[in-house]
């Protein structure tokens, strides 16, 4: 190989360019755990040249790559990207704007908030804002869409989406550009406009335009190469996957579920494959249960898959978005009449959110807990935490949810529940439980 002979006479300069140039091949033809190695190898030849600024310049921009990679193949929380990316941190110096420091900030900013670090991922919103404001407004589009990704892990439902539209509507104005030397994450950067903003209008019980956002996050990514066009595709069926399992679409969660499977295994993303196996297995469960079968081993199956894939987030410190699946683990756990063990998930997901932050889903956590509680007065308790939750939240979903909860437990007392969180939706809401609730409230 050329790099290997560059190295053998030592000329480690020409040995790195030749490295870079050899990855990115194989970058370009999917082998991405070689792509890796010769990024590796491109630095233990940087390590032979003499310090200073240009040898500093060089090992950025690998390190940057490699970590990049290691996202791809391991997932944004992959402790490696996170060793190469403070490292680049370090050697940027103490200006926080250059171009180098800024694609660092921004690459940063998943591995935070995958992390469930929302502090740290603000502070990057607002230190990147500083960057666009200085002359990189290309890129305030996902300055404004990073913000809206912390309100809505924060459960700050209506900024996240006022954040999140205004992202839309500047994405919408702007050019389109190569962005492969700025944009480090295997996501690309309009797909996660597309797909976050897939989050504030479910919660809003918009589900149409849920579902068009995911569609054009789907389009966008289909149009793109390797790894960031099919990694993003794989995080399209996620949500996907997701928006249907709130909505008890189950069917067509499974169906996602089951293509994100196939498409993850033929482009070798290993965490997605796992992924698409837990949703597959909620979805399958979720069936079962609705067909009146809770004792299917589907649901079994579907129970351990989702309490396993949150044991495993815990245990590598990717907590982003982790309370989702103890409350879908709940859901299951209940429906079995394994009412302590669902209380024991859905307390941990309470306390991951109270650790980190993310109280996006502690609404549903509250009203679900409310079914685990022996004494009818703490159910009623828990399900008016939820209601006045959800309502202070902007959050009609979660709202009308606990108000039917409260109408089955106490009728008529909860009658007003009912009727303040049908008042929450968009009048042309098509969000499937809005039917059983007004029959309800009929005359």
């Not at 305030?140 to 006022?162: M, W």
């Amino acid at each position: 190989m050329i790099a290997g002979h560059f190295a053998h006479a030592e000329r480690f300069d020409d040995a790195v360019l030749a490295y870079r140039q050899a990855s990115t091949a194989a970058r370009h033809r999917g082998a991405l755990q070689e792509a890796r190695q010769f990024l590796s190898r491109a630095l233990s030849q940087l390590e032979q040249l003499p310090e200073g600024p240009e040898r500093q310049h060089n090992e950025i921009q690998v390190r940057l790559r490699r970590g990049f990679l290691a996202s791809a193949i391991e997932g944004p929380s992959s402790a490696e990207t996170a060793v190469d990316f403070e490292r680049c941190l370090q050697l940027g110096g103490s200006n926080p704007h250059t171009d180098e420091m800024f694609a660092t900030v921004m690459a940063l900013f998943t591995y935070y908030v995958t992390r469930g670090d929302l502090h740290r991922g603000q502070q990057i919103v607002e230190s990147l804002r500083v960057g666009v404001d200085a002359g990189r407004e290309w890129w305030r589009t996902e300055n404004i869409g990073g913000s809206g990704v912390v309100a809505f892990l924060r459960g700050e439902f209506t900024y996240a989406s006022e954040q999140l539209e205004a992202a839309l509507s500047i994405l919408a104005t702007r050019d389109d550009r190569d962005v492969e030397a700025e944009w480090f994450m295997p996501y690309d950067p309009v797909v996660l406009v597309f797909t976050s903003l897939a989050h504030p209008r479910w919660v809003s019980g918009d589900l149409t335009g849920a579902q068009q956002a995911l569609e054009l996050g789907d389009r966008r990514g289909a149009s793109l190469d390797f790894p960031q066009g099919p990694y993003s595709v794989c995080y399209v069926r996620w949500l996907q996957a997701w928006v249907c399992l709130e909505a008890g679409m189950f069917d067509r969660a499974a169906e996602i579920a089951a293509d994100m499977i196939q498409f993850a295994q033929r482009h070798g993303f290993d965490q997605s494959v796992a992924l698409g196996a837990t949703l597959h297995g909620a979805a399958s469960a979720a069936l079962a249960v609705a067909a009146g079968n809770a004792t299917a081993p589907e649901v079994s199956n579907g129970i351990a898959a989702l309490v396993g894939w949150a044991s495993t987030c815990r245990l590598v410190e990717a907590k982003g978005w982790v309370p989702w699946f103890d409350g879908h683990a709940g859901r299951l756990l209940i429906a079995t009449g394994r009412l302590a063990q669902a209380r024991t998930q859905l307390d941990e997901g309470l306390r991951l959110a109270s650790e980190t932050g993310m109280h996006f889903y502690d609404a549903e956590l509250l009203r679900l807990r409310a079914a685990t509680q022996d004494d009818s007065d703490a159910r009623y308790n828990d399900l008016a935490a939820a209601f006045e939750l959800a309502r202070g939240q902007g959050a009609p979903v979660f709202a009308l949810r606990a108000a039917l909860d409260g109408y089955e437990l106490r009728g008529d007392v909860a009658r007003q529940w009912l009727d303040d969180a049908i008042n929450l939706f968009p009048a042309d809401s098509t969000w499937p439980e809005l039917a059983r609730a007004r029959s309800l409230l009929a005359p």
